[in-house]
């Protein structure tokens, strides 16, 4: 157990060696000196906690988020932090509830960014969680192209009913994603955190980088909340979009 544990934190330093370009698994294998499965394995492991990021299968694996938290790094994504900061605390102030910025990772939705309410009822999200359970993950789903929801199909197969009804197939969740897509906006219940989830997009040079999103506990969950987190969140994300396009 303890060979295992020496063994990945070898492989986070080789990795974190190369910066932020991408190593392939035969060079940390050939690194390690160990075979190509059981590099593998490893990789595996810490790619699940966030510690790495498989950027494609032929390039490699770099750095993941939770290796950036684990040091107090603040390098990760420093950029779109920096555009959501100011926006994302006057979201916060102006709704009284939690927002998040949010990008997938290694096929889960990772968190970025986070700004907490005041609220005697806090909801607390989780840092890395699974894409369909959560509005920003079924959000940044929508803006994949067709190779990459079919590389995340592969991975983490189709939604349970009970977690989003009417996606079970291929053409029932491309028909979901292309709601959203159309609205550029989702609204999710959690059924086990009995929350309420929204969700915008963030764009820099017409790509989708990442999700803004807000979420409030079902109890404090009303109409005119829907309205004014509806009006609020979008006029955010492009604040954060047209700061970004000032680092182009």
């Avoid at 709704?95 to 309410?117: D, G, P, Q, Y």
């Avoid at 009822?121 to 190779?147: F, H, I």
């Avoid at 009804?165 to 219940?189: D, Y």
Wanted: proline letters at 3%.
């Amino acid at each position: 157990m303890i060979q295992v544990i020496v063994r990945a934190m070898d492989i986070l330093e080789f990795v974190a060696q190369h910066d932020k370009q991408p190593v392939q698994l035969i060079k940390i294998a050939e690194h390690m000196q160990l075979s190509q499965p059981t590099t593998a394995n490893i990789v595996k492991t810490l790619l699940d906690k966030g510690y790495l990021e498989q950027v494609s299968r032929k390039e490699g694996y770099r750095l993941g988020i939770a290796s950036y938290k684990l040091t107090g790094n603040a390098d990760y994504e420093q950029d779109l932090i920096s555009a959501a900061k100011e926006p994302m605390l006057l979201l916060t102030n102006l709704l009284k509830e939690t927002t998040l910025l949010a990008v997938i990772r290694n096929n889960k939705r990772a968190i970025l960014h986070m700004v907490e309410c005041e609220q005697t009822l806090l909801v607390k999200a989780a840092p890395v969680a699974e894409l369909y359970e959560t509005s920003t993950g079924r959000l940044l789903m929508a803006y994949q192209n067709d190779k990459e929801l079919e590389n995340t199909i592969k991975a983490i197969d189709y939604p349970q009913k009970k977690i989003w009804p009417g996606a079970q197939t291929m053409e029932g969740l491309k028909h979901q994603l292309q709601i959203i897509r159309k609205n550029e906006f989702v609204q999710t219940l959690s059924y086990f955190y009995h929350t309420v989830g929204f969700a915008v997009p963030i764009f820099r040079d017409n790509r989708v980088v990442a999700a803004l999103s807000v979420f409030v506990p079902e109890s404090r969950y009303t109409d005119s909340h829907k309205g004014k987190v509806y009006k609020l969140i979008r006029v955010a994300a492009k604040q954060i979009t047209q700061q970004l396009e000032k680092t182009i």
